[in-house]
């Protein structure tokens, strides 16, 4: 059984994607050790509780750096005793050490086709506005491994989705969600779970 914990930062919906692709059998050889958000009062938090899995909160307001707060994620992730490392939204830069330790063992999504609108500045609702700004066609997901850099790391799936003329933000970031995000990232959670994909030369590929 592949051990997963979740990071998290508002609402869950990849969270609850998950949670119930475990529950329905589309993701197998998986449970859950924990979800840890990085705020407090955060619907993740409830999506966890009513699923059973134990919820933490790490917020940076309250360590006295940057650098404590990032031991503490680290010293928690360790705790749960993941296998790997899930961020759903978690809206925090990843502490070095925590990408080090978990090397191709921390799984993103990012809300656009990667190498696009990623990058420092480029999370949630932001990436669907800059989509719109540029006036792409298409926009859509990635799933990828987490190293180093910002949304750099070996890319394990991606789907495209098709802008509409009149999306605002919001429209085109559900839209994404509904169509690519909540399938893209349980299909690439049991991929791993079933040992199905490997890294290779920095990308990924079918075994
Ligand atoms: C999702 O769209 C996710 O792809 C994005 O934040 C949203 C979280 O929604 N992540 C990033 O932008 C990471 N750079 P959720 O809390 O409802 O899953």
Known sequence: ?????????GGGTNLQAIIDA????KITNTEFVGVISNNYGVKSIERAQKA???????????FADRAEFNDALLAKVKETGADLVVLAGFL???????????????????????????GVGYYGLKVHE??????VKYTGATVHFVNEGMDEGPIIAQKPVAVEDGDTAEIL???????AEWILLPQAID?????????????VVRK
């Open 130 to 135: 800059k989509a719109l700004e540029r006036g």
């Open 92 to 118: 925090v830069r990843i502490p070095e050490a925590l990408v080090k330790e978990y090397s191709n063992r921390i799984v993103n999504i990012h809300p656009s086709l990667i190498p696009s609108f990623c």
């Open 191 to 203: 991929d791993i779970a079933n040992d199905r994909i490997e890294v290779v030369n920095n990308k």
């Open 173 to 179: 970031q559900r839209r994404v969600m509904e169509q």
């Open 22 to 25: 475990v529950a329905s059998g």
């Open 52 to 62: 059973g899995i134990p919820a933490y909160v790490l917020s940076p307001k309250d």
């Open 1 to 9: 059984m592949l051990k997963v914990v979740v990071c998290v930062s």
